[in-house]
């Protein structure tokens, strides 16, 4: 049920912390703008810092309390909604907040995989710069109650048991988890008073599928009085109706149904043939070798734990084109000398060690699948298998663990072929022009300290409209040669990426306006810069220059940089013009301000040279550099003469690139 809409609506502190003699804690009002990585909502206090409020939603207004201060950011809680998110909702159980077991309780279920969707894609975008992650929609439990097989009790004096708050770790009896299995709840119940605050911690797993149950410690008569079994070695679960026996020891996933549907999907990604020779690395107790296996020639599944291992020897035996190794991955992996079709990657929440990477550079399988239950590793692991030549095709959050922040999730990613390279732009147009070539390429983003700087001296008085004055404006010297700057940007874009060791070409790109007066224009900051360069252009003839930059791979690879210029002419638009232009948006990401393409503005009154480089990425120059590197994708040796570099003809001459132009490119 939707939460009321009523102001005021308190929150009890959530630490139990009372007022020190400095005072009560410090409490602030908040606009909280966009969901975090551990379940809070993100806002600002009023000097800039970020401000992460726990059990808020983002679009909300918020009063907050401090519970601690970090010199980059503040941990906060909320103790009153003043302008709730409409997906604030009552929260089912009666601990939360206190036991800390649950973060999300507050948020629709609905919303809830929304908020991870964005947070993954999130991780891969900041971490492992991947470009418009392919994020897929959560696959959501169909049950978000009552889903664990798994639990670990605290037992505190007198026997009873709880949970401990993972900030404050204060202790919290329960009376009933209503994440957990209600088998466990039951068990919990009986054994309540049974144990000793010596015995600490009570473990319950149980199989979802069976009537298995593990019980630890082991209580002898105390569990036999209660009608509870203890001390078990294993219990079984049963997974697409195949046995599995699960040790204490062992690792198994937390939320049966939701397993099921996640292996599903791991096998619908992996496309597995009869003759492949697959490998399952981290494959615990061999629940995913045991359901491809009847699919392929070969599994070779690698496990470091020895129990698990036991278990998987158990459960494996039904297969006998299975061959388990105990070990760790990260040693079985590099000592393999054979063909390896596919692997399957399920590391702990650590990720992968770099020998495991390594290992799938050398090995070159034609795809991985990476099952991942922490988004902040899988987004560094994916920028090394892209970095290795691999193209990352999908990734699909499963939600195991509803109601709580974590995220588990299956990314796909297929060798890129080899006349595939790496584009190291964040640009939109230059991926929609490769895009519709068909030619195999990932994205990166540049680091993060490569900016196109602007210039340090101020605009002219009054040139970029009421109040722009002498604002300053950017950090481009004017005596600065424009083909040697717009070079250097593009070859530090690629170097930016090839640094970390890339084992495909990796290519840089960059544009810059060259107005009437010679001033270098980059992409407008804000809709003041877009008005200068726009009336700066009006009715002169300028350039449009465009540098490639590609680094081969290998060690010291020699760079191969140059570019292409295109001479235009802007008509006579009206201010009104540009100012209904601005408000579209559009001149933001463009150099100069302007797109050629727009339908309506339409600025240009006569261009001279290649198209697609006013557009932003020749391709005419792209070929011609990507074979000096030594690689031409096949998309890009069709019909058609590139041209010399620095020819300039009439626009739609230049065959090469103008029937390679989308449509949706085309000037109108």
């Known amino acids: 049920m939707k939460a009321s809409r009523k102001k005021h609506r308190r929150f009890p502190p959530r630490n139990g912390k009372s007022p020190t003699p400095e005072g009560p804690p410090q409490r602030l009002t908040l606009e909280l703008e966009r969901p975090g990585h551990r379940g809070e909502a993100v806002g600002r206090r009023d000097d800039g810092k970020t401000v992460l409020a726990a059990y808020g939603i983002a679009g909300e207004r918020v009063v907050v309390e401090v519970r601690e201060e970090h010199p980059t950011h503040i941990v906060a809680e909320v103790v009153e909604v003043l302008r709730p998110s409409p997906e604030r909702v009552e929260p089912r159980c009666p601990h939360f907040g206190t036991c800390g077991g649950c973060q999300l309780q507050h948020i629709s279920y609905e919303e809830q995989g929304r908020i991870k969707q964005s947070v993954l894609a999130d991780q891969i975008r900041q971490i492992g710069r991947v470009v418009e992650p392919p994020v897929s929609e959560m696959l959501a439990a169909m049950d978000p109650w009552h889903y664990r097989n798994n639990a670990r009790f605290t037992v505190r004096r007198e026997g009873a048991t709880g949970f401990t708050h993972w900030h404050t770790h204060r202790f919290e009896p329960i009376d009933e988890c209503l994440i957990m299995d209600t088998r466990i709840n039951d068990i919990k119940h009986k054994l309540d008073g049974a144990l000793t605050n010596r015995e600490r911690q ?41 046995p599995f026996k699960v040790s204490a020891a062992s690792f198994f996933q937390v939320n049966t149904a939701q397993a099921e549907r996640m292996m599903a999907l791991v096998r619908d990604r992996l496309q597995p043939m009869s003759s492949d020779t697959i490998v399952d690395a981290y494959a615990g107790v061999g629940t995913i070798a045991a359901l491809v296996a009847p699919m392929v020639g070969r599994v070779i599944a690698i496990e470091e734990s020895a129990a698990a291992v036991r278990d998987a020897e158990v459960n494996l035996a039904p297969f006998p084109n299975v061959e388990m190794v105990l070990a760790k991955t990260e040693e079985a992996l590099p000592e393999l000398d054979e063909r390896i079709d596919a692997v399957i990657l399920d590391p702990p929440r650590a990720g992968c060690y770099p020998e495991v990477l390594d290992a799938l550079r050398r090995l070159r399988p034609r795809r991985i699948v990476y099952v991942s239950c922490d988004p902040a590793t899988l987004a560094r692991d994916l920028n090394r298998l892209i970095l290795s030549g691999y193209m990352l095709t999908d990734v699909t959050p499963v939600d195991m663990f509803p109601h709580t922040y974590h995220i588990e999730s299956v990314s796909t990613l297929d060798r890129m072929p080899s006349d595939g390279f790496i584009l190291a732009s964040t640009s939109a147009r230059r991926r929609e022009i490769l895009s519709h070539q068909n030619t195999p390429f990932a994205a990166l983003a540049p680091a993060s300290n490569i900016e196109e700087p602007a210039q340090d001296n101020p605009l002219p008085p009054g040139g970029g409209g009421s109040g722009w004055g002498g604002i300053p404006w950017g950090r481009i010297p004017n005596e600065t040669n424009p083909i040697a700057y717009v070079q250097n940007l593009a070859l530090r874009k690629a170097q930016s990426v090839a640094d970390e060791s890339a084992t495909v070409p990796v290519l840089g790109a960059d544009t810059v306006v060259v107005a009437p007066d010679g001033l270098i224009l980059n992409k407008p900051q804000d809709a003041n810069e877009a008005r200068y360069m726009l009336r700066a252009l009006k009715e002169g003839d300028h350039q449009v220059i465009t540098a490639i930059a590609v680094i081969p791979p290998g060690d010291n690879p020699e760079p191969v940089v140059s570019h292409e210029i295109t001479a235009g002419r802007m008509r006579a638009y009206t201010d009104e013009e540009i100012e209904d ?25 006569e261009l001279n040279g290649c198209y697609l480089n006013v557009v932003g990425l020749p391709l005419c120059l792209l070929h011609r550099l990507l074979e000096q590197a030594g690689t031409t994708p096949t998309s890009l040796t069709a019909s058609g003469n590139p041209l010399p570099t620095g020819e300039t003809t009439p626009i739609g001459t230049c065959a090469y690139c103008a029937q390679r132009t989308p449509a949706h490119l085309r000037m109108p």
Do not use: C, M, W
Request: glycine share 12%; no cysteine; aromatic share 10%.
């Open 202 to 242: 009570l473990a319950v797993r149980i199989g979802r599928n069976t009537e298995g149950a593990l019980v630890h410690p082991a209580l002898s008569d105390r569990g036999d009085e209660r009608g509870v079994e203890t001390g078990q070695e294993s219990y079984e679960e049963r997974l697409f109706d195949v």
């Open 581 to 605: 232009y601005i408000a579209t948006g559009d001149p933001f990401d463009k150099a100069g301000a302007y797109g050629i393409q727009h339908p309506e503005f339409r600025p240009v009154a």
